[in-house]
């Protein structure tokens, strides 16, 4: 580590000491070098002394007698040297203190011994030995001789025996890349001005450290193209997240400041120049719009594969039935316990999940496409969504069709396509007006955060990886902002590939294509317009963030992610429960309410008990009710008589016949969710993890990542394929994934603790000399989560020309 870098984009300094020390420090760096003080002294003999330095000098003051100390030196005009006044109170216990008043061309320094510091809640401690470094006066001659004076006085009537030494700093000026060791003590700062506990923040950038830290400085922040480097002990450890000592204090009790001192390396390293900001720049550009172009080439193949298949199938629609080979096709094995295309009612008999996969169902036969479904043609007198659809038939009821053993999508999706676009539509609707109205404010907050930071010069607030931390203009991290960028260019090639594919849908709608009427999952593209936005809102928010990271701010880029995680669940299972899907509204208000709960417990939820009580109870409670709702799929009702019907089934189902649960699938997945949502909700209570927000974020994503999985099992063993798009999707997914959770652990700086203890992660960039760990986070990151939309987008390709009465639901 060492010295001042003349470079286009600043210097970077840094510091640390030796391992195994615990210290707390306070760095200042400032332009200013002028001092003012006076001495008021009351003697009646003032002897003057010629002194020399690097001699040590024994005497006695009383308030009777004031002795002057006088010395010269030759100041150089192209030469920084520094002089060092050390002074040590040989008297125990004195009468008074001893005033020191240093006098110099220009400036004048004065303090006491025993030096007084204070500490956290205003506890005093003193100090017998101080020592201060003086400011090299101005000079406009090459070479200059100059006095000063040190005096020495004191109001104490007993005599004071105290020790006086100056000698000059030769290594006042501190070189580039070369370290520069020293020690420091609280009442002996390594510097001329400002170097004290109570004024080191007066002026410059400062910042508290344990072990090590690093200011990067520009150089538009000195004009006079200098600065001076200063390092204070703190007198306690407390202000650096040490532990909190107890002292019964009397009125006015001065305590002992122990051994406090410290050795140090400084280094000044050049900083970054312009050619690495413009690399970093169009590295993360080039990275993103590889995937533009990558899609757009996807795109044209996947659109000559389409126009071959249509070819080919209207080619062969000119043949024969008996020249294409087609005729009587099995149904799906799922049928068993449906309605059957001929009007007949379910089998009296139980039907079990395997007896379901070897029966071959031969007495059903496959119907012309266009003639399924014209029992649910879409109602023209309304677009408004009702409890109970109109329909005639007795047997299309919601309480007899979705209480059937085995569910097809055309069994739950029977509502007025249009009435559920446009329930899927506010989706979309509402994210962009939360959008809106949540990032106006967090844009103003954190431009008045960074704005504080660049005037009082506070780099305690934010919570940088200073080590890794490329300030550009008024921001004082701008690669942290930079590697957000893809969350937005990402997001938003992905609502173009889903515009594309909502305009194709409704071109095929239009053209009364059969296929895209009655075959495949229905096509409601409202949820992936919202997980679009919300991607592209949390790299702006995640933006916002990383302008000044801290505990005040921290749900600016957690609140999409529960967003993202809540929407992905929401599109799975609304892939096969078209009709009885969440409203937005109810949705969004439950991501409202885990919003809600990550700030408390970011807030309240250190080491309290009862909030981790409260929380494990609404996380069960809240994992059962959905339970409830997915296995009844939405036929039960919470009111006063719940409890009354969960005794009656316990009765029947358990007691009286013993018979196991009709609905198998959906109970394995039910059993699973409630095994894994109550070992985390135990796991909370019992370890309490300090990082609330990140613990909430891997509750959504567990219960995901268990849906998805349990969805693509239920998938294959159904019958169903996975496109080869699909599976390239979910591999690459995967994999991305993989390697972002490695960066996202690496944890460079954390607002769970003080800054100074947050510094002690602080690491070198790895990519570029521009990015840091958590930047390759924020690129893997918003890959793999492109990567996870495009597998729900993609993974039911292989269901487009099969009828909707074929489809299993699970």
């Not at 220009?106 to 809640?121: D, E, H, K, W």
């Not at 096969?576 to 439950?590: E, G, L, V």
């Not at 960039?765 to 989560?785: E, K, R, T, V």
Request: charged fraction near 15%; charge should be neutral.
């Amino acid at each position: 580590m060492s010295n001042c870098w003349r470079s286009r984009r600043g210097t970077v300094f840094s510091c640390g000491f030796e391992p195994g020390l615990f210290s707390c420090f306070g760095v200042l760096l400032l332009t200013t070098h002028v001092l003012y003080g006076e001495a008021n002294t009351n003697t009646s003999v003032v002897v003057q002394k010629d002194a020399q330095f690097d001699i040590t000098y024994l005497d006695t003051v009383t308030s009777e007698n004031q002795t002057i100390y006088a010395f010269n030196h030759t100041v150089s005009k192209n030469k920084t040297e520094g002089v060092r006044v050390s002074v040590e109170l040989l008297s125990e216990r004195p009468n008074g203190p001893v005033l020191f008043v240093v006098r110099q061309k220009q400036a004048v320094l004065s303090f006491q011994v025993p030096l007084i510091l204070r500490g956290l809640y205003q506890r005093k401690y003193q100090y017998t030995q101080v020592g201060r470094t003086l400011c090299q006066p101005p000079t406009l001659a090459l070479s200059e001789m100059q006095f000063f004076y040190v005096d020495v006085s004191t109001l104490s009537t007993s005599g004071v025996h105290y020790q006086l030494r100056v000698s000059r700093v030769e290594s006042f000026t501190l070189q580039t890349d070369k370290k520069f060791t020293f020690n420091a003590t609280p009442s002996q700062p390594q510097c001329p001005v400002y170097d004290l506990d109570n004024n080191v923040a007066f002026i410059g950038m400062y910042q508290t450290m344990t072990k090590t830290g690093a200011i990067t400085v520009q150089r538009k922040d000195f004009p006079s193209n200098s600065f001076y480097v200063v390092v204070v002990v703190k007198t306690e450890d407390e202000a650096c997240g040490g532990p909190l000592k107890f002292y019964s204090l009397l009125p006015d009790e001065l305590l002992d400041a122990g051994n406090r001192s410290k050795t140090l390396d400084v280094v000044v390293s050049p900083a970054i120049n312009s050619n690495v900001y413009i690399m970093g720049v169009l590295f993360c550009l080039g990275i993103f719009l590889s995937f533009y172009i990558l899609t757009f080439l996807v795109a044209c193949i996947e659109n000559k594969r389409l126009h071959r298949k249509r070819a080919g199938l209207l080619k062969a629609a000119d043949m024969s039935p008996a020249e294409t080979g087609k005729g009587l096709s099995p149904a799906s094995p799922y049928e068993y316990g449906s309605f059957a295309d001929n009007g007949s009612t379910m089998s009296s008999e139980p039907v079990t999940d395997s007896m379901a996969s070897a029966e071959t169902n031969d007495g059903y036969m496959e119907r012309p496409l266009d003639v399924v479904g014209r029992c649910r043609q879409e109602s023209l007198s309304s677009v408004e969504e009702d409890d109970y659809d109109t329909l005639a038939d007795i047997d299309s009821d919601k309480n007899i069709v979705r209480t059937k053993k085995y569910l097809c999508v055309s069994d739950l999706a029977r509502k007025d396509k249009r009435v559920l676009n446009k329930k899927y539509q506010i989706y979309f609707w509402n994210i962009a007006t939360i959008a809106v109205f949540y990032a106006l404010p967090v844009i103003q907050l954190v431009i008045t955060y960074q704005t504080v930071v660049n005037v009082t010069g506070n780099q305690d607030i934010c919570y940088y990886n200073f080590l890794c931390a490329h300030p550009l203009g008024a921001l004082s991290s701008f690669n942290n902002i930079l590697s957000n960028l893809g969350y937005v260019m990402l997001g938003l090639l992905f609502l173009l590939i889903v515009l594309q594919r909502d305009i194709l849908h409704n071109r095929a709608l239009m053209r009364n294509d059969t296929p895209a009427l009655e075959c495949g999952i229905p096509k409601h593209f409202g949820l992936f317009y919202a997980m679009g936005t919300a991607l592209m809102m949390e790299g702006l928010l995640s933006a916002c963030y990383h302008v000044c990271p801290n505990y005040t701010n921290f749900q600016f880029d957690t609140s999409f992610m529960y967003m993202i995680a809540g929407l992905c669940m929401l599109k799975l299972y609304q892939k096969r429960h078209p009709d009885i899907n969440a409203s937005a509204y109810s949705a969004y208000a439950c991501l409202a309410a885990v919003i809600f709960f990550s700030v408390l417990g970011v807030v309240f939820g250190k080491g309290n008990t009862a909030f981790w009580v409260v929380f494990s109870v609404i996380h069960i409670v809240a994992t059962m009710l959905l339970s409830t709702q997915l296995y009844y799929v939405g036929r039960w009702r919470l009111d006063s008589g719940i409890l009354r019907r969960i005794l009656y089934v316990i009765y029947t189902d358990c007691i009286q016949q013993c018979s196991g649960p009709m609905y198998i699938d959906r109970m394995v997945l039910l059993v699973m969710g409630n095994i894994v949502n109550w070992s985390l909700a135990a796991y909370g209570l019992i370890k309490r993890p300090n990082d609330f927000a990140s613990y909430l974020l891997a509750i959504a994503i567990c219960n995901l990542l268990l849906y998805f999985a349990f969805y693509i099992i239920m998938k294959l063993r159904s019958g169903e394929r996975v496109l080869f798009l699909a599976l390239v999707c979910i591999l690459f997914t995967a994999v991305v994934w993989g390697f972002a959770l490695f960066f996202f652990f690496q944890g460079l700086s954390t607002w769970q603790k003080t800054p100074a203890e947050s510094r002690e992660h602080n690491r070198d960039c790895i990519l570029l000399s521009f990015f840091d760990d958590h930047d390759i986070w924020h690129f893997l990151s918003s890959i793999a989560m492109f990567g996870s939309f495009l597998v729900l987008l993609t993974m039911d390709d292989d269901l487009d020309t099969i009828q909707r009465e074929k489809i299993y639901v699970f």
